[in-house]
């Protein structure tokens, strides 16, 4: 997928194996149903059928569009829903039949006093898609970096002093309660189920369980953004409405609590530049991130007491599948600072027109890398978070690892300890068994070779104790000289107990046999 993800690729979507004809004499449908062929010429059938971009639209259930404004109103900038007809204002159900209903409504011209137009797309259909990318002249890699979830982010259709086109596609973590059994899979590169991963694979696009009721899964934030003099739209994609992704409703509700800010209000005062909208979003997926990786270190900690108190070896799989996690989650962190950073240094053609004075333009681009400044900043906190978590999961692996060498030092250990009392008996057996006359002379008896047995085993003994930096008779950096008196310390320690037990009743009984004299 990434081999076409990007929109500089000269072959996108091409068999290079197969050599195709350049002639394409396709006869073009230049309504918004010939879409994308209407306005991208490159893009043939056999492209459109090969990037898979109409069966990864929704087709259980019609496109739902959620609109919002953001006007200029007496020095104010108000969030406003429009009145879009229908039961529900600024909510349009786009029918499978009556199509033609919704492409009239984009055409419609907008009030003057309209910064921007913020088009929220829930469960995306061919037809709507056909019809958005036909109004706005929207590049196919939108579409298709969107429904394949692709990071990418890239400005097309540059007009210097007029405007351009820009896309951010930000895959991120988000966290929600667990409210059914986790078997539905949330990715949309492979949609396998939880239970279906084998033993050999470690699947860092499933969802994933905290234990806790919470459960951790991957999001998208797909958004273009229309920069003109006149009229600015953005329009976001959304998965389709089910299980936990953000739906298009939540995410305008959202955009209008940025209306509400005081702090966003007076950045939105000091500056027309509508990509402050897209830089407010990005806070969103911000406040994602900061929440899961919160749960992850409570998760990352319990895991660690299991380890710590109940030396439970059998955890190491699970350190491992949150290690590959973690590091999934750096390359996705990555891209979400090159989002921030291509927003900072891509500026708005639009804010270079004769109708935008000098001071304006100046000052809008320093407070634009002032916000992306502090949006950078605080990515880098979630990295550097990120890290700690994954040095921490390193950690108890290690621990884990250290646990296993020291139960097979254990085990090795109680060899070494059978073989120092069989092998003085096998030593001496083979002396005994030799056939010399000095030796074997008829004189020997068991009672000798036990004898010889018992002697060679005792010596054996005090010379591993004794050559042990520390063990269960002394401690450790004892001395050699202590080390080597180690049965007379041995002695000591067992009768000094003795002592303490037997003298005070010695004392009692002879207290006793005082009174009764």
């Known amino acids: 997928?990434?081999?076409?993800?990007?929109?500089?690729?000269?072959?996108?979507?091409?068999?290079?194996?197969?050599?195709?004809?350049?002639?394409?004499?396709?006869?073009?449908?230049?309504?918004?149903?010939?879409?994308?062929?209407?306005?991208?010429?490159?893009?043939?059938?056999?492209?459109?059928q090969r990037s898979k971009m109409f069966e990864k639209c929704s087709k259980d259930q019609p496109s739902t569009i959620y609109w919002m404004d953001v006007c200029d109103s007496e020095n104010v900038v108000r969030f406003t829903i429009p009145d879009m007809g229908g039961n529900d204002p600024g909510t349009t159900e786009v029918p499978t039949k009556d199509l033609n209903q919704f492409w009239d409504m984009l055409q419609h011209n907008r009030p003057e006093n309209i910064r921007v137009r913020w088009l929220f797309v829930d469960d995306l259909t061919q037809p709507v898609l056909r019809m958005l990318g036909t109004k706005y002249n929207i590049e196919p890699f939108f579409f298709m970096s969107s429904l394949h979830w692709t990071p990418s982010r890239y400005q097309d259709t540059l007009r210097h002093g007029k405007g351009d086109h820009i896309t951010i596609v930000l895959p991120f973590l988000q966290s929600k309660q667990e409210?059914?059994?986790?078997?539905?899979?949330?990715?949309?590169?492979?949609?396998?189920?939880?239970?279906?991963?084998?033993?050999?694979?470690?699947?860092?696009?499933?969802?994933?369980?905290?234990?806790?009721?919470?459960?951790?899964?991957?999001?998208?934030?797909?958004?273009?953004?229309?920069?003109?003099?006149?009229?600015?739209?953005?329009?976001?994609?959304?998965?389709?409405?089910?299980?936990?992704?953000?739906p298009a409703k939540h995410l305008r509700s959202l955009i209008q609590f940025v209306g509400e800010s005081m702090y966003w209000q007076k950045i939105f005062g000091k500056s027309k530049d509508p990509t402050f909208l897209l830089l407010a979003i990005l806070w969103y997926t911000l406040r994602e991130w900061d929440e899961s990786l919160d749960l992850?270190?409570?998760?990352?900690?319990?895991?660690?007491?299991?380890?710590?108190?109940?030396?439970?070896?059998?955890?190491?799989?699970?350190?491992?599948?949150?290690?590959?996690?973690?590091?999934?989650?750096?390359?996705?962190?990555?891209?979400?600072?090159?989002?921030?950073?291509?927003?900072?240094?891509?500026?708005?053609?639009?804010?270079?027109?004769?109708?935008?004075?000098?001071?304006?333009?100046?000052?809008?681009?320093?407070?634009?890398?002032?916000?992306?400044?502090?949006?950078?900043?605080?990515?880098?906190?979630?990295?550097?978070?990120?890290?700690?978590?994954?040095?921490?999961l390193k950690n108890a692996m290690d621990f884990t690892f250290a646990i296993v060498n020291t139960e097979d030092s254990r085990r090795m250990q109680r060899f070494t300890y059978l073989t120092i009392i069989f092998l003085p008996a096998s030593f001496t057996a083979s002396i005994f068994g030799m056939n010399v006359i000095e030796i074997d002379n008829g004189t020997q008896t068991l009672a000798h070779y036990m004898v010889v047995t018992v002697v060679l085993t005792?010596?054996?003994?005090?010379?591993?104790?004794?050559?042990?930096?520390?063990?269960?008779?002394?401690?450790?950096?004892?001395?050699?000289?202590?080390?080597?008196?180690?049965?007379?310390?041995?002695l000591w320690r067992i009768i000094l107990p003795l002592q303490d037990m037997w003298v005070p009743q010695y004392k009692r009984s002879s207290t006793v046999i005082d009174v009764t004299a």
């Open 179 to 246: 409210s059914r059994s986790p078997h539905t899979r949330q990715s949309p590169i492979d949609p396998k189920a939880w239970d279906a991963v084998t033993d050999t694979l470690v699947d860092t696009q499933a969802p994933f369980s905290t234990g806790d009721g919470h459960v951790l899964f991957f999001d998208v934030l797909a958004v273009h953004m229309v920069r003109d003099v006149k009229e600015n739209t953005i329009i976001s994609y959304h998965p389709e409405s089910k299980g936990h992704r953000t």
């Open 458 to 490: 005792l010596v054996t003994i005090y010379i591993v104790v004794m050559l042990q930096e520390q063990n269960w008779v002394h401690r450790r950096r004892a001395t050699l000289l202590q080390r080597a008196v180690w049965p007379i310390r041995l």
């Open 296 to 392: 992850l270190f409570r998760h990352i900690s319990e895991l660690e007491l299991q380890v710590l108190q109940l030396d439970n070896i059998s955890l190491i799989n699970d350190l491992h599948v949150l290690q590959a996690r973690l590091l999934h989650y750096q390359s996705l962190l990555h891209d979400f600072e090159v989002a921030v950073t291509f927003i900072e240094t891509t500026s708005n053609p639009a804010m270079e027109s004769h109708e935008v004075t000098d001071e304006e333009r100046t000052g809008s681009n320093a407070l634009m890398k002032k916000e992306c400044k502090n949006l950078l900043s605080e990515i880098d906190r979630l990295e550097r978070r990120r890290t700690m978590l994954s040095s921490r």
């Open 1 to 48: 997928m990434y081999l076409h993800a990007a929109l500089s690729r000269p072959w996108p979507w091409m068999n290079l194996d197969v050599n195709s004809d350049l002639t394409d004499t396709t006869v073009v449908n230049q309504s918004w149903q010939g879409y994308p062929q209407n306005q991208f010429r490159n893009w043939t059938p056999d492209k459109v």
